[in-house]
């Protein structure tokens, strides 16, 4: 997924996401920065939100079951994975993966799961922190291989 699958994918949630926490248009115009005539123009798919519109929603809504459902789980992780380089430090503790996510394989300390719906990969460590977000599997498994090999020095 890249920045325009991204927000192809958040663009029909724009009206469900609205509905589901009870705001009116303005309401929703308001927290995300632009006019209600803009919304009403993306929620009938006549304007794009555009990147930043994007960004936006993910960061405030992203605790919106229909979002979550979207992405099978947190929309800020693919946000991360479309825009940020890299860091190979541990992230936030995850639940593991017990719903959305399935081991892809495990080495040492550290396993690859992939989320079955949006179907990138993440690096998980025997406490659950996320090390690493990808799309890119052959990535997953030589950062899997470093973090490994470190975790034996």
């Keep these: 997924m ?4 991204l927000i192809n994918s958040v663009w029909d949630k ?20 632009i006019s209600k005539k803009t919304l009403v123009q993306i929620e009938k ?8 519109t994007t960004v936006a929603f993910c960061t405030l809504f992203r605790r919106s079951e229909v979002l979550q459902n979207a992405f ?7 946000l991360e ?7 190979l430090k541990p992230k936030e503790t995850t639940l ?18 992939q989320n079955v719906i949006s179907q990138h990969y993440r690096i998980l460590d025997k406490m ?5 977000s ?5 990535y997953a498994k030589a950062i899997l291989m470093q973090l490994a090999s470190n975790n034996n020095h």
């Design 2 to 5: 890249n920045r325009e699958g």
């Design 14 to 33: 724009f009206k469900l996401v609205r509905v589901e926490l009870g705001f009116t248009q303005e309401e929703m115009a308001e927290k995300l920065g």
């Design 45 to 52: 798919h006549r304007v794009s939100p555009g990147w930043t």
């Design 72 to 78: 099978g789980g947190d929309p800020l992780e693919i």
């Design 81 to 87: 994975v479309i825009t940020n380089p890299i860091l």
């Design 96 to 113: 593991g993966g017990k719903v959305w996510w399935v081991d892809i394989l495990s080495k040492e300390n550290y396993r690859i799961q």
């Design 128 to 132: 659950n922190r996320r090390w690493l």
């Design 134 to 138: 990808t799309f890119d599997l052959d």
